[in-house]
């Protein structure tokens, strides 16, 4: 059974930073392209960083420069590092890992909420 718990969540202010942690089990982590999406209240999820088994990483562009997405498949474990925060990247952060059309592979964990005072 696959089980993913994020956790490092937090209320930070604009300009601070936070560092989310994802421990995955249940899966062979090596292998799939891990992401980190997000879903602020009445809006989508959306895919916000992506990062192959070979460590090659994507960004959604209102992210690019700010956060920084890394693995270490001995510890099945995704990080999701957040600079320069803004109010709104306000969210709850889920981990997954992605299937074919960029969408979340397995069952959603319970997230772990960030909040940008402004």
């Known amino acids: 059974q696959v089980q993913l718990l994020e956790s490092g969540g937090g209320l930070v202010q604009a300009g601070g930073s936070l560092r989310l942690s994802c421990a995955a089990s249940?899966?062979?982590?090596?292998?799939?392209?891990m992401g980190w999406y997000r879903q602020a209240p009445g809006k989508q999820r959306e895919l916000v960083a992506q990062i192959t088994s070979g460590g090659i990483t994507n960004y959604l562009d209102s992210v690019k420069g700010r956060f920084t997405i890394s693995r270490d498949n001995a510890k099945n474990t995704v990080y999701l590092q957040m600079n320069s925060l803004k109010p709104e990247d306000t969210a709850v952060y889920y981990c997954n890992a992605l299937n074919a059309y960029g969408n979340g592979r397995y069952p959603w964990g319970q997230g772990t909420q960030v909040t940008v005072s402004s």
């Open positions: 249940g899966i062979i982590f090596s292998i799939p392209t």
